[in-house]
């Protein structure tokens, strides 16, 4: 009997519980991420960190990354389902995003959001969605011009101090 339970127990702190992570998920979600001027996040990466409810951040463990979608469908991830290790079924996950430019995940993130808490489920139960709601999310990272456009708006500045000093 003592036997059994303690094989229950340790079952369920290997617990598997998932979700999907997918900001365009109609009707329930659809939330496109953009910089704090409106522009979509093109070019980032999503890192996802999680663990059970409470858990404190500094021990959440990485769980994912995924990109973003381009064209129409700029500002949506990549969706995917996420496992959070320890956190079985019907149990509550903290998870948090950090969002790095480029395609990877090393170093300072440009932006964080979070937490967001979701209930995981185990298979053959369908993962429920990360409820990221229907209203676009800002992330806060400003958007950074383009050289191009750093370069056109010098030279306008230039043309304009010279006409300025002709005058």
């Known amino acids: ?18 979700f999907s992570f997918n900001n365009r998920a109609l009707p329930d979600v659809n ?12 070019g980032y990466t999503v890192q996802l960190l999680g663990g059970a409810s409470g858990t ?10 995924t990109d973003f979608r381009t064209g129409n469908a700029a500002g949506y991830v990549n969706p995917i389902t996420v496992t959070v290790p320890g956190v079985a079924n ?17 170093g300072t993130p440009d932006g964080k959001l979070g937490p967001y808490t979701v209930t995981v489920a185990e298979a053959p139960n369908t993962p429920p969605n990360l409820a990221l709601g229907t209203s676009p999310i800002n992330t806060g990272i400003p958007a950074v011009p383009e050289p191009t456009t750093l370069a056109l708006g010098l030279i306008g500045l230039g043309g304009l101090l010279a006409f300025r000093r002709r005058s």
């Open 90 to 106: 019907g149990a509550k996950a903290d998870i948090y995003l950090n969002f790095f430019k480029g395609a990877g995940t090393t």
């Open 1 to 18: 009997m003592i036997a059994a339970a303690a094989l229950m127990v340790s079952l369920a702190a290997y617990g598997q519980g998932q």
């Open 56 to 65: 404190p951040v500094g021990s959440l463990q990485q769980l994912a990354t």
């Open 31 to 42: 939330a496109p991420f953009t910089f704090s001027n409106g522009t979509n996040m093109t």
